[in-house]
């Protein structure tokens, strides 16, 4: 089955660019779709398409996909993007949808 | 609005049986695929199921493949996980979500709780 592997945690200082990856075999061929989920709260849609943000998403986040490395992008960081982060594939060879394991981003 | 709302979570023991609910309101449902995702507790995201628009096509993740299934009422504009033989490890807060690019909507979760 398609594997989508993160790093567990990611810090960055308020302001800083945070960049949060996703690897797959070839998972530049799939569309990539993040999430981010605060505690007790459900995920919210941040990046759609690889690259392509919900109304509401501030223009901060932003996202790529190519060869066998997707990644989420947080410009200016601040202590409200404190959350985790999980991306998420269809792979049409199984017809399963796949999460990553997903990446605490903390804010120092 | 888009409004998701789970229900029929509970504490139930090892090898009985369980529905969810999903009810949803603020768009036309009948037109969009529909998937459950679980969240076992401290633990991440895990997708469970998907039901395509108009319910003809149905996958399911190998750990609950041929114990759960996945339904929708598109004239109650509900959607449904049916768990039978429920183990320790499907304890979870489970999701519903809507499909359109990517899952644009969710649910707050129920929680189930498979317990002796």
């Known amino acids: 089955s398609y594997v989508l592997t993160q790093p567990p945690s990611v810090s960055v200082a308020p302001g800083a660019t945070a960049r949060i990856t996703c690897a797959g075999n070839n998972i530049g061929s799939k569309s990539v779709h993040w999430y981010q989920q605060k505690p007790v709260q459900a995920p919210i849609l941040v990046i759609y398409y690889d690259t392509d943000r919900p109304s509401g998403i501030p223009e901060r986040f932003s996202g790529s996909n190519s060869g066998n490395t997707a990644t989420l992008t947080i410009s200016r960081v601040e202590a409200g993007d404190e959350a985790d982060y999980y991306c998420?594939?269809?792979?049409?060879?199984?017809?399963?949808?796949?999460f990553g394991g997903g990446t605490k981003l903390t804010v120092l | 609005q888009v409004r998701l709302v789970e229900s029929g979570g509970g504490v139930v023991q090892p090898g009985r049986s369980l529905r969810l609910s999903c009810a949803a309101s603020?768009?036309?449902?009948?037109?969009?695929?529909m998937h459950w995702v679980r969240q076992a507790p401290g633990k991440g995201l895990e997708w469970v199921s998907i039901?395509?628009?108009?319910?003809?096509?149905?996958y399911y993740a190998d750990s609950v493949k041929g114990r759960f299934t996945i339904s929708r009422d598109d004239s109650k504009n509900t959607l449904y996980l049916q768990m039978n033989s429920l183990r320790l490890e499907d304890t979870a807060i489970y999701y519903c979500?809507?499909?359109?690019?990517?899952?644009?909507?969710w649910g707050q979760g129920t929680l189930v709780t498979v317990s002796s």
């Open positions: 998420q594939v269809w792979d049409s060879s199984s017809d399963h949808s796949v």
């Open positions: 603020g768009f036309t449902y009948s037109n969009y695929a």
């Open positions: 039901i395509s628009y108009g319910g003809s096509n149905k």
């Open positions: 979500a809507r499909e359109e690019a990517g899952l644009d909507y």
